[in-house]
């Protein structure tokens, strides 16, 4: 009878956990719906898992998402992106500098006085590296990652010669305290005589001197499953774009309207080694701060 009543007692406590996590899972379906972040007829099945929970605390976003803004009036719009709670920034090449017409020291101090951390920056790897690298360095930024392949052609030599650069890249950014990476489109994720281009630029790089940052929207549209990759190069991904995609459209959506399983990724960030998430839009329902607010409450009701 000890026994019996031993079981009963763990039946009861086990089952109690399960009860709260339904409520819970309940309650946070009911906030996606009123949201309009998840349809009434999706089903979301209760998350029991074995996936580290070692995960990104803060998000950051990709600045080429507020371009336009940006260009306009950049100290104005890192105020707005800051009030929304995005904590880090990834810069992009403009018509007026990786700074948007700021000064490196400048775009790193406005960033500093709204408790943000200019983490990262889109560029070009050209003739006008060294200077880029100097300026990176002023800005007090982690990482320069190479925004689109180099030299065109879609061929396994030219990935294996754009490799070759990127670690010569890597070991310049190095000696200055500064991680070079490269950002993917979909294009990487074509094949020639069988091999897949990106897999040639992965396997052909130097993990500690090249940093690569998936973009898991650009990896879906080129008919992978970020996973995949997760699990062939394991911690090889210090940096995200997180980003959904319109799979007919073949652009980028709000979180939740598209074809990325974002809550799946956000539970392996562990396996990809991630460190630094950045949410990128570039196509918007109706404004990149109403999409980004969008964007974070999902992220937020899913946690």
Request: charged share 25%; glycine share 6%.
């Amino acid at each position: 009878m000890v026994f019996f009543s031993y079981l009963r007692s763990v039946f009861l406590v086990i089952f109690k956990k399960y009860l709260d996590h339904y409520r819970t899972m309940n309650n946070r379906r009911d906030f996606l719906i009123k949201s309009g972040l998840l349809t009434a007829g999706t089903i979301l099945l209760p998350s029991f898992s074995f996936a580290s929970t070692s995960k990104v605390q803060h998000y950051g976003v990709q600045l080429y998402s507020f371009r336009d803004e940006m260009a306009r009036d950049a100290l104005g719009t890192l105020e707005k992106i800051a009030s929304i709670g995005i904590k880090k920034i990834e810069s992009a090449r403009s018509a007026n500098g990786h700074y948007y017409g700021l000064a490196p020291k400048e775009m790193k101090a406005a960033c500093d006085a709204l408790g943000m951390k200019l983490t990262s920056g889109h560029v070009a790897l050209d003739n006008n590296f060294e200077k880029t690298m100097e300026e990176a360095v002023a800005s007090g930024q982690e990482y320069l990652i190479c925004s689109s392949m180099p030299t065109r052609g879609q061929t396994i030599d030219n990935y294996k010669s754009v490799a070759e650069a990127f670690n010569t890249a890597g070991e310049a950014c190095k000696k200055l305290g500064l991680k070079f990476g490269y950002h993917n489109h979909e294009y990487e994720f074509e094949s020639e005589n069988g091999e897949v281009l990106y897999d040639v630029l992965m396997d052909n790089t130097q993990a500690d001197l090249v940093h690569m940052e998936l973009d898991l929207g650009w990896v879906i549209v080129g008919r992978k499953n970020p996973l995949d990759y997760f699990k062939k190069y394991p911690k090889r991904f210090p940096l995200w774009h997180l980003k959904d995609m319109n799979m007919i459209k073949k652009e980028s959506t709000e979180f939740g309207k598209g074809g990325l399983d974002i809550a799946t990724m956000m539970a392996n960030q562990e396996a990809s080694g991630v460190k630094h998430i950045f949410i990128e839009q570039e196509e918007y329902a109706s404004s990149p701060l109403e999409s980004m607010q969008h964007n974070m409450a999902f992220l937020k009701a899913i946690e």
